[in-house]
């Protein structure tokens, strides 16, 4: 089956701009899908698709993608930002789901 | 509002087995496909298994095939997860979540708040 990679951890200063990547050879076949998880709660969705922000989320929360790889930007990370980021598609014959391992973000 | 409301978890020994529920509200529940995804403690998150609005499409993930099987019930607004022979690895947070795809967009968009299964003698 398909797998996704994250960078397991990555910073970025409060009010800076901060790329998350997620790489797999599903990405060339179908867009990513981005989930938020805060410590205790269920997973957000933050970004879908090519351009695709579900109600209620910060415009702030951006996404992209190329080959194999999909990013999901945040443009001026707020403390409440800080949070595990899951990147999601399909595998590459469409009949199975896989999430990369998790990026967790930090905002100093 | 569209509430997902996951039941059913608990401790249970090696080899054992469990049902666990989702309980759909807010939404046409018979119009969705549906999905369970769980996270091991301190881990990321692994799909586990999919049914389509209809139950005629099923998938599960490699690591549950053969053990787990999942279900619907329309007219119950129910998604269930039959889970046996389970193993230490299962151990997870189980959740539900609503499956949105437009033909080229595919993702997650509602999920419950989860419901732990410990598996552990």
């Known amino acids: 089956s398909s797998e996704l990679t994250q960078d397991p951890a990555v910073s970025v200063a409060l009010g800076q701009t901060v790329r998350i990547t997620c790489q797999g050879d599903s990405l060339r076949s179908y867009f990513a899908s981005w989930y938020q998880q805060k410590p205790g709660q269920a997973p957000v969705l933050v970004f879908y698709?090519?351009?695709n922000r579900p109600s209620g989320i910060p415009d702030r929360f951006s996404g992209s993608s190329s080959g194999n790889t999909a990013s999901l930007t945040i443009t001026g990370a707020q403390a409440e930002d800080e949070a595990d980021y899951y990147c999601?598609?399909?595998?590459?014959?469409?009949?199975?789901?896989?999430f990369g391992g998790g990026t967790k973000l930090t905002v100093l | 509002e569209v509430q997902l409301v996951e039941s059913g978890g608990g401790l249970v020994q090696p080899g054992g087995s469990l049902r666990l529920s989702c309980a759909a509200s807010?939404?046409?529940?018979?119009?969705?496909?549906m999905n369970w995804v769980r996270q091991a403690p301190g881990k990321g998150l692994e799909w586990v298994s999919y049914?389509?609005?209809?139950?005629?499409?099923?998938y599960y993930a490699d690591s549950v095939k053969g053990r787990f099987t999942i279900s619907r019930d329309n007219a119950k607004n129910s998604l269930y997860l039959q889970m046996n022979s389970l193993r230490d690895e299962d151990t997870a947070v189980y959740y539900c979540?609503?499956?949105?795809?437009?033909?080229?967009?595919?993702?997650?968009?509602?999920w419950g708040q989860g419901t732990l299964v410990t598996v552990s003698s």
């Open positions: 698709g090519k351009n």
């Open positions: 979540a609503r499956d949105q795809t437009d033909g080229y967009n595919y993702y997650f968009d509602y």
């Open positions: 049914i389509s609005s209809s139950s005629s499409t099923i």
């Open positions: 999601n598609s399909r595998d590459s014959n469409g009949n199975h789901w896989v």
């Open positions: 807010g939404l046409t529940f018979s119009s969705y496909s």
